[in-house]
Nanobody
Framework: QVQLVESGGGLVQAGGSLRLSCVAS??????????MGWFRQAPGKERELVGR????????YYTYSVKGRFTISRDNPKNTVILQMTSLKPEDTAVYYC????????????WGQGTQVTVSS
């Protein structure tokens, strides 16, 4: 059974930074071959992809609104993916989820429980 556990959320003032971590465990997931995505969902809004990183870590994608502010990295030996968030804005307030896409289809089969990020103005 695959588990993804996020941590690092909290309350921060606008302009501040937060670092979210996601640790994968359990059989059934080859972490180093899985694309890892970070998603977020704000109240009353659809869940959106924030960014993703390839299994090797060589390729990343970010949604336009976070480009230049957020960075995704991974540590495959530790089955960990990181979302470093800087220059945070109130509109970044959301529950953040990590997810794993174990095949080239990029279907996210496994999800974490989410961690709340609140940015005050």
């Amino acid at each position: 059974q695959v588990q993804l556990v996020e941590s690092g959320g909290g309350l921060v003032q606008a302009g501040g930074s937060l670092r979210l971590s996601c640790v994968a465990s359990g059989s059934g997931l080859t972490f180093s071959r899985s694309t890892m995505g970070w998603f977020r969902q704000a109240p009353g809004k659809e869940r959106e992809l924030v960014g993703r990183i390839s299994g090797s870590g060589d390729n990343t994608y970010y949604t336009y609104s976070v480009k230049g502010r957020f960075t995704i990295s991974r540590d495959n030996p530790k089955n960990t993916v990181i979302l470093q968030m800087t220059s945070l804005k109130p509109e970044d307030t959301a529950v953040y989820y990590c997810a794993a896409a174990p095949t080239v289809s990029l279907r996210y089969d496994y999800w974490g429980q989410g961690t709340q990020v609140t940015v005050s103005s």
